[in-house]
């Protein structure tokens, strides 16, 4: 396993190298301008960045909070570093720092198919509270809605 250093935050710099990981990642990735709005900091927007020792990010996860909710938008971890616990520390980093800013629950969807994400997401507290058939269409699968109402009680017991 590869040592990785976390981070709070991302730039219009990190962009280039978000954007090859999301094209690798998703049949229906998001856009340079999406990341950019994201990285301009809409208001609540969080990014968390996860690198190698030599800087070269790996992973990010992207979460917006409203009100007491975080909306977790994205978590994405390089398939070549998968399955090295980048994915579950970005997760509660971006947890950690949205309870700093209020949010007391959090809220994402998954690909039903991502069994490997669903078992992170229930692993740290999170419960599945919805189905929505046909949401990804490449291929045709259901998203799945994952809620946590406890972040605090997640943040104290360190999941």
């Known amino acids: ?3 990785q250093i976390l981070s709070l935050g991302m730039s219009r710099l990190d962009i280039p190298r978000i954007l090859e990981i999301e094209k690798a990642s998703f049949g229906s990735p998001w856009t340079e301008a999406m990341f950019s709005d994201a990285v301009e900091g809409a208001r609540g927007t969080l990014g968390c960045l996860a690198r190698t ?3 070269k990010i790996i992973g990010y996860c992207i979460g917006q909070v409203v ?3 975080v909306s977790i938008h994205r978590i994405v971890v390089d398939e070549g ?3 090295q616990q980048a994915g579950r520390r970005l997760l509660q980093l971006l947890i950690l720092k949205s309870t700093d800013r209020g949010a007391r629950a959090a809220v994402l ?3 039903e198919n991502n069994l490997a994400a669903r078992r992170l ?3 740290l507290g999170f419960s599945c509270v919805a189905r929505r058939p046909g949401y990804y269409t ?3 699968s259901a998203a799945l809605i994952y809620c946590h ?3 605090l009680a997640t943040e104290e017991n360190g999941t």
Do not use: D, F
Request: proline share 4%.
């Open 1 to 3: 396993m590869s040592q």
């Open 53 to 55: 020792q030599n800087g």
């Open 67 to 69: 009100i007491e909710e």
């Open 81 to 83: 570093y998968r399955r």
């Open 109 to 111: 969807e998954v690909n």
């Open 121 to 123: 997401y229930e692993t």
């Open 138 to 140: 490449q291929p045709s």
């Open 149 to 151: 109402q406890r972040l």
